[in-house]
T-cell receptor
Framework: GAVVSQHPSWVICKSGTSVKIECRSLDFQATTMFWYRQFPKQSLMLMATSNEGSKATYEQGVEKDKFLINHASLTLSTLTVTSAHPEDSSFYIC???????????FGPGTRLLVL | GESVGLHLPTLSVQEGDNSIINCAYSNSASDYFIWYKQESGKGPQFIIDIRSNMDKRQGQRVTVLLNKTVKHLSLQIAATQPGDSAVYFCAETEPTDSWGKLQFGAGTQVVVTP
């Protein structure tokens, strides 16, 4: 149990376009989902926390208008990178936690390359 | 495991030997700790967790030790195998965070040599 999927697994886009990444909990209802960003050889950096039906809470320094998060159901959260630029190229990873809010289960990640 | 900038500390282990990966944490209020394994190009995978009311927990081939006095966490892997090659992260959370946000350590790269 506790499987989290992400789609797409990788995406290449032109500068100025928007990209949507989906995160789904496949076999459990996720009270909370988290979005992380990871650069090569570095740790995970939390971008935002989202709870179903409410607005996401963004970490300091993360632009909420740039990274739009929607958590429409207990099994789906989406991250939209708006007007993507080359510096947005990164590995984006989501995680989901059960109602006990303890262990987070991670998705396989989405590699974004902005040309 | 601690690192500066882009240089992940690396632990080189011979196949069959035991590995010990260390992690120092700073928040004395943290009460729940998790070790994750991340293979190249993949998301982190849960390995084992431990609560602050314990000092040791064992899983299959892995043991986590917690020393709250010096705020130190370690992961021991017995009989290390090539498939154990990955980056290992410790993560912590504290009870006052109602959403269970994790704070990740810098990570340690484990390289298993034949």
């Amino acid at each position: 149990g506790a499987v989290v999927s992400q789609h797409p697994s990788w995406v290449i886009c032109k500068s100025g376009t928007s990209v949507k990444i989906e995160c789904r909990s496949l076999d459990f209802q996720a009270t909370t989902m988290f979005w992380y960003r990871q650069f090569p050889k570095q740790s995970l950096m939390l971008m935002a926390t989202s709870n179903e039906g409410s607005k996401a809470t963004y970490e300091q320094g993360v632009e909420k208008d740039k990274f739009l998060i929607n958590h429409a159901s207990l099994t789906l959260s989406t991250l939209t990178v708006t007007s993507a630029h080359p510096e947005d190229s990164s590995f984006y990873i989501c995680s989901a936690s059960r109602p006990d809010r303890e262990t987070q289960y991670f998705g396989p990640g989405t590699r974004l390359l902005v040309l | 495991g601690e690192s500066v900038g882009l240089h992940l500390p690396t632990l080189s282990v011979q196949e069959g030997d035991n590995s010990i990966i260390n992690c120092a944490y700073s928040n004395s209020a943290s009460d729940y700790f998790i070790w994750y394994k991340q293979e190249s190009g993949k998301g982190p995978q849960f390995i084992i967790d431990i609560r602050s009311n314990m000092d040791k927990r064992q899983g299959q081939r892995v043991t986590v030790l917690l020393n709250k006095t010096v705020k130190h966490l370690s992961l021991q892997i017995a009989a290390t195998q090539p498939g154990d090659s990955a980056v290992y992260f410790c993560a912590e959370t504290e009870p006052t965070d109602s959403w269970g946000k994790l704070q990740f350590g810098a990570g340690t790269q484990v390289v298993v040599t034949p």
